[in-house]
């Protein structure tokens, strides 16, 4: 049965890929219209537009290393033109780990028929593009949800990145009959912005909810101070599931973020699969073609360093659905 409810997106892959290349290739050109006319037509300015992109570029190139300025309006940008399709397929193959771990019955996404998420880190909106294919998955299975609810909690800058993909991204779906179960998900979903203290009060009201707890790719060794009283506070609100991930070299950093977690009446699901047919495949031409305009417009490509030029153009420069190596770490609820 587990197999079955990935059939939907399986099959579709190409086509949403394709709905999605299109979406952050044409996000990426007017973003990048807008950010290089607000720089200004002089000569200098091309040399400080020229360094932000380095700065940006570099930082995301160290992203497994290093917590980048992710307030950074260039960096929001290169992250959707690189990381977006990536962070999509973690948030999803999350997911899957988890359902496939629950066992529930006839193989269905939450044990009742509300769902609510509160994200944290949200970043531009992976995880709700990965709960919009898990709930077309159900949806095209015949589960019924009645609301799905997600809370995000992040800085303004790549929320409002991720928002302005996702209303492309839904316009086009929109227009496309074979995606009419991921139609339905989208419409399905309502999210808004909120502080944790207005999502852990705003919690304890629920009733019939099931309740998930996300932080996908958000600790880094300089921020965990930081992060760690919002870990706290969700914890006290006993969610049915908590999901966390990271690069894989950073495993010790999220066990110990995590500690809230362990112990009953948690337990841990580490192993996820990483087959091919979960979640999204193939190359985004249009975006990766992009990368590449980038690296050679004409006032910026003097001033752009050499590292900046290979990360857009090298032989790896292809993007794709693919993330790097991630470590998963998901607690279920007994």
């Known amino acids: 049965m587990v197999q ?16 999605l290349d299109r979406t952050i290739s044409d996000f990426g050109r007017q973003r990048l ?13 091309a040399v400080a537009t020229a360094d932000r992109i380095n700065d940006s570029l570099n930082a995301l190139a160290n992203l497994a290393y290093r917590m980048p300025r992710y307030n950074d309006d260039w960096l929001a940008l290169f992250y959707a033109l690189w990381y977006q399709p990536k962070q999509i397929n973690v948030a999803y193959r999350a997911i899957h ?29 992976a995880m709700l593009f990965a709960t919009a294919l898990a709930v077309a998955d159900a949806l095209h299975r015949g589960e019924h949800l009645d609301s799905v609810r997600i809370d995000c909690i992040d800085n303004e800058e790549m929320i409002w990145t991720g928002a302005l993909i996702l209303e492309h ?20 979903i309502h999210w808004e912005v909120n502080g944790i203290e207005q999502v852990t009060q705003a919690v304890q009201f629920e009733e019939d909810t099931e309740r998930w707890f996300s932080a996908l790719h958000v600790v880094y060794s300089d921020n965990m101070t930081e992060i760690a009283p ?57 975006t ?11 006032r910026l490509r003097p001033h752009l360093s050499e590292t900046s030029v290979n990360f ?23």
């Open 169 to 188: 991204f839904r316009q086009i779906v929109e227009q496309q009959d074979e995606l009419g179960p991921l139609r339905d998900a989208l419409e399905s």
């Open 312 to 334: 857009l153009t090298g032989r790896r420069s292809n993007v794709d659905c693919e993330p790097q190596s991630t470590f998963y770490r998901i607690y279920l609820r007994q």
């Open 33 to 45: 219209a807008e950010l290089i006319r607000e720089s200004g037509d002089a000569p200098q300015r």
């Open 230 to 286: 919002a870990i706290h506070a969700m914890r006290a609100t006993d969610p049915f599931v908590a999901f966390f991930t990271s690069f894989a070299l950073k495993e010790n950093l999220v066990r110990q973020v995590a500690r809230p977690f362990e112990g009953a009446p948690y337990l841990p699901v580490e192993r996820v699969q990483h087959a091919p047919h979960l979640g999204l495949t193939g190359v985004l031409t249009n």
């Open 97 to 125: 780990g988890m359902r496939a771990s629950r066992g529930l019955q006839a193989g269905n996404l939450i044990s009742g028929q509300r769902l609510h998420i509160v994200d944290f880190g949200s970043g531009s909106l």
């Open 288 to 298: 990766t073609n992009l990368r590449r305009e980038i690296a050679n417009l004409e």
């Open 4 to 19: 079955h409810s990935l059939n939907w997106t399986h099959r579709m892959s190409r086509r949403i890929v394709t709905v």
